[in-house]
């Protein structure tokens, strides 16, 4: 009496397992198939708004963001200081809300870094979910790090 029960089940496993596998096949079709995007850029480089654009080791550099977001999703942002050699800081959680606006954003040029001409690169990571992430790559305009005073 047992063994017919089972008999019966097994089929019914099988279907319902085939269900979930073919759903969670076709949900991980979409989150990697949708055209997912978050942010739109206006003004690329980023426009540098220090005066001649020169900046001294361990003062503010500023940089302006024209931006378009739809996503509610805050990125991940690792930022380069570039001259030929690449000068990597600490990633960090942007701030970008939701909404057309121009931001400006501030950025403490470190000590360490040697005196010279550089653009700053941007990459912007945003996880859209649990596979998918979308990176964009900015940079600033060029720009002249002077020594500390």
């Not at 805050?74 to 990633?91: C, M, S």
């Not at 909404?99 to 010279?116: I, K, W």
């Not at 550089?118 to 998918?132: F, G, H, S, W």
């Not at 305009?141 to 020594?147: N, R, S």
């Amino acid at each position: 009496m047992i063994k017919v029960k089972v008999d019966k089940l097994l089929p019914i496993v099988a279907y319902v397992t085939i269900l979930i596998s073919l759903g969670l096949m076709i949900l991980f079709g979409f989150w990697m198939l949708y055209p997912y995007n978050p942010i739109v850029y206006n003004k690329l480089p980023y426009p540098v708004l220090n005066e001649n654009h020169q900046v001294r080791q361990g003062q503010i550099l500023s940089y302006s963001v024209d931006y378009c977001k739809s996503s509610d999703v805050y990125p991940t942002v690792i930022k380069r200081y570039v001259d030929g050699l690449v000068f990597e800081t600490q990633a960090g959680r942007g701030v970008v809300y939701q909404g057309c606006r121009v931001q400006v954003v501030d950025n403490l040029v470190p000590l360490t870094l040697v005196p010279g001409y550089y653009r700053m690169q941007i990459l912007i990571e945003y996880k859209m979910n649990p596979v998918r992430v979308i990176t964009y790559t900015n940079e600033t305009e060029a720009f002249e790090v002077l020594p500390k005073e």
